[in-house]
């Protein structure tokens, strides 16, 4: 069974920090891997979304790195802002368009 | 394209009561997503559409829930016999056949059972 952890659950950081967001997962038999947004109260925003085949995709100041081997996938966000103050989940798909998610990490950059 | 559109937004209901969302997805997406989302947790899958045939249900939708997109558009969630663990938020997402794993989310209805 596919399990999908995120570590830290929670982040605070100053301003123009770059910063890293880390999830891990356990079968390796993926799709792709998803990384999303979401603010408070509200839906999803998909961020970036690597194919099983690929290594990083990069998108403005986010670059999301995945290494299926070992089950591990990393958000970097640069030179962050108070705007980038939300949930940030990681989801995997192993099967079809249903989405595995970890926990997610809160993130809160202070200006 | 308006997005994904899930109506109501907030439902207050007492335990016991029947209650029923919307979702109506991007307009040329055949494919279409129920998801429940309780407190300081992500999304976990609750059912899926292809056009009106619901293709796959986890075993965290009971007998109480059921789902149904009969004309291959919008789609309804109803839970009947409401129990205090049924609040959450209940997310939608919508896909296209072609980019299937794009997934496209609602804002969500975030259900309270008093």
């Known amino acids: 069974k596919q399990e999908v952890t995120q570590i830290p659950a929670a982040l605070s950081v100053p301003e123009g920090e770059n910063l890293v967001l880390n999830c891990s997962f356990t079968?390796?038999?993926?799709?792709?891997l998803q990384w999303f947004r979401q603010d408070p109260g509200k839906g999803l925003t998909s961020l970036l979304l690597i194919q099983s085949s690929q290594r990083e995709q990069t998108s403005g100041r986010l670059n999301a790195s995945l290494d299926k081997s070992s089950g591990r996938s990393t958000l970097y966000i640069a030179a962050s802002q108070p705007g980038d103050s939300a949930t940030y989940l990681c989801?995997?798909?192993?099967?079809?368009?249903?989405?595995?998610f970890g926990q997610g990490t809160e993130l809160s950059v202070k200006p | 394209d308006t997005g994904v559109s899930q109506d109501p937004r907030h439902k207050i209901t007492k335990r016991g009561q029947n209650v029923t969302f919307r979702c109506d997805p991007i307009s040329e997406h055949n494919r279409l997503y129920w998801y429940r989302q309780t407190l300081g947790q992500g999304p976990e899958f609750l059912t899926y559409?292809?056009?009106?045939?619901?293709?796959?249900k986890s075993r965290l939708l009971s007998d109480r829930f059921s789902a149904e997109r009969p004309k291959g558009s919008f789609s309804t969630l109803e839970i009947q016999r409401t129990e205090q663990g049924d609040s959450a938020m209940y997310l939608c997402?919508?896909?296209?056949?072609?980019?299937?794993?794009?997934?496209?989310f609602g804002s969500g209805t975030q259900l309270s059972v008093l």
């Open positions: 997402a919508s896909s296209s056949e072609v980019f299937w794993e794009k997934l496209f």
């Open positions: 079968d390796s038999a993926i799709y792709n």
């Open positions: 989801a995997v798909n192993n099967q079809g368009g249903k989405l595995i």
């Open positions: 559409f292809q056009n009106e045939a619901q293709l796959e």
